[in-house]
């Protein structure tokens, strides 16, 4: 054990929480490591929405590109940013387990306006698509940011509540009290959970990094990052899948809209556990042949930077 893990994170304050919580897993599996922070793109231009940026993975890029060029040898990041065609030589290492996988609102301590007119701030085409489903009479407006920027503009707003996902605020502690969760809203693909990701030949940090891969969350989140690749969608994409296992069922909820989430075409499947290898694949083509076809035809050529 006498290399050292260098661990590679943005240095936002959730992401390093987030490289922190993995160098102690491995600290205390008497592994040495060293925590290596770079600025992403996605951190640094913060006046265009993602899907106008036009890159795969604006979160994990560059972390990509220090991996490669051997800067650092693993990379810690909330999954759902993580495309679900890695680089060429870089694999998915661990999957850590899942905390808390809702989006919530925080709101300005009064929910009268969710019966009015009224505006919502999110960065995520999947928020805003499931918002204007739900609230068609609302205005939603982009936030960028990491969560401390996201916070501090919404406080400074005239805006009525902003989205976030519960578990980047919980992770570090500034959930507010004036927020409520959203169990309605169906997250993205892999939402809550942590994905460290090293180069596929580096068998050293493979093994290490394998004896905190948590399996349930490992198939829960194969299944929807698969429906995620099958409806060929980027990150961006307004499409939500969440995977539970229940004693030796799989339950399925996905999801994919227009982006003024006046279209929406949803599946919900209940299997045997041994059917999850193929089960984001096939609902995906489920939601393809009943009208989803279509939709992503219209996203293409809408977000087609992304595409």
Same mark, same amino acid.
């Given at each position: 054990?006498?290399?050292?893990?260098?661990?590679?994170?943005?240095?936002?304050?959730?992401?390093?929480?987030?490289?922190?919580?993995?160098?102690?897993?491995?600290?205390?599996?008497? &592994?040495?490591?060293?925590?290596?922070?770079?600025?992403?793109?996605?951190?640094?231009?913060l006046?265009?929405?993602?899907y #106008?940026?036009?890159i795969?993975?604006?979160?994990?890029?560059?972390?990509?590109?220090?991996?490669?060029?051997?800067?650092?040898?693993i990379?810690?990041?909330?999954?759902?940013?993580?495309?679900t065609?890695?680089?060429?030589?870089i694999?998915?290492?661990?999957?850590?387990?899942?905390a808390? %996988?809702?989006?919530?609102?925080?709101?300005?301590?009064?929910?009268?306006f969710?019966n #009015?007119k009224?505006?919502?701030?999110?960065?995520?085409l999947?928020?805003?698509?499931?918002?204007?489903?739900? &609230?068609?009479?609302?205005?939603?407006?982009?936030?960028?940011?990491?969560v401390?920027?996201r916070?501090?503009?919404?406080?400074?707003s005239?805006?009525?509540?902003?989205?976030?996902?519960?578990?980047g605020l #919980?992770?570090?502690?500034i959930?507010?009290?004036?927020?409520?969760?959203?169990?309605?809203?169906?997250?993205?693909?892999?939402?809550?959970?942590?994905?460290?990701?090293?180069?596929?030949n580096?068998n050293?940090?493979?093994?290490? %990094?394998?004896e905190?891969n948590?399996?349930?969350?490992?198939?829960?989140?194969?299944?929807?990052?698969?429906f995620l690749?099958?409806? #060929?969608?980027g990150?961006?994409?307004?499409?939500?899948?969440?995977?539970?296992?229940?004693?030796?069922?799989?339950?399925?909820?996905g999801?994919?809209?227009?982006l003024d989430?006046?279209q929406?075409?949803?599946?919900?499947?209940?299997?045997p556990?041994?059917?999850?290898?193929?089960?984001? &694949?096939y609902?995906?083509q489920?939601i393809l042949?009943?009208?989803?076809?279509?939709?992503?035809?219209?996203?293409?050529?809408?977000?087609?930077?992304? &595409?």
């Open positions: 054990m006498s290399k050292t893990i260098r661990i590679g994170t943005r240095d936002s304050e959730l992401a390093l929480w987030q490289a922190h919580t993995v160098q102690k897993k491995l600290t205390d599996l008497g &592994y040495k490591t060293e925590i290596i922070a770079v600025k992403s793109q996605g951190d640094i231009i006046d265009k929405p993602l #106008e940026l036009g795969t993975g604006i979160f994990t890029k560059t972390l990509d590109i220090a991996m490669i060029n051997g800067q650092v040898d990379a810690v990041h909330s999954m759902k940013d993580v495309p065609a890695l680089p060429q030589g694999v998915q290492a661990a999957v850590l387990e899942r808390n %996988v809702l989006d919530l609102l925080v709101h300005k301590g009064n929910l009268d969710l #009015e009224a505006t919502i701030a999110t960065g995520s999947r928020r805003q698509a499931q918002w204007l489903n739900r &609230y068609p009479n609302h205005t939603v407006v982009d936030l960028r940011g990491n401390n920027t916070m501090q503009k919404l406080n400074d005239d805006w009525n509540g902003a989205v976030f996902a519960a578990a #919980e992770r570090i502690n959930k507010p009290e004036n927020c409520i969760n959203l169990d309605w809203m169906i997250p993205a693909p892999a939402q809550g959970a942590m994905v460290i990701v090293a180069m596929g580096d050293f940090c493979l093994d290490a %990094v394998s905190l948590d399996v349930e969350t490992e198939v829960c989140t194969h299944i929807e990052r698969q690749k099958t409806l #060929e969608g990150c961006t994409a307004p499409i939500g899948a969440i995977v539970k296992i229940i004693e030796d069922d799989i339950s399925f909820k999801a994919l809209l227009s989430g006046k929406k075409i949803s599946v919900e499947k209940i299997v556990i041994q059917e999850w290898k193929k089960l984001g &694949y609902c995906a489920e042949e009943n009208g989803g076809k279509e939709i992503m035809e219209v996203l293409r050529k809408t977000l087609k930077p992304k &595409y």
